[in-house]
């Protein structure tokens, strides 16, 4: 709509809260959309990031990106032995 904040999965930091659970300083990947500031619940965010895990990955693989990734090797791709393709009659190979 118009006027309204596109929704987004975004890495942010907290400046300001009343959560123990969400202390400022800490880094957190969650809905924030895209947007310079945003004011979010614990059920916008999705994970918070860990020491020793560089931000860009939260953004990448560690993100929605890696999740999407997971699920398709999990539920479709099933890696395993190459299985021989049928080919199609006629076909030129």
């Known amino acids: 709509m118009p006027g309204q904040t596109m929704r ?17 300083g800490r880094y ?3 809905w ?18 860990r020491h020793g895990v560089a931000l860009e990955h939260m953004a990448g693989l560690l993100g929605i990106n890696g999740l999407t990734a997971l699920l398709v090797f999990d539920r ?18």
């Open 28 to 30: 957190l990947y969650g």
């Open 76 to 93: 479709l791709g099933r890696p395993g032995p190459r299985r021989p393709r049928a080919r199609a009659m006629n076909a030129r190979f």
């Open 32 to 49: 924030f959309g895209w947007q310079d500031y945003a004011v979010a619940t614990t059920a916008d965010v999705v994970c918070q990031a």
């Open 8 to 24: 987004a999965l975004a890495v942010g930091v907290v400046i300001a809260s009343r959560d123990p659970a969400m202390p400022e």
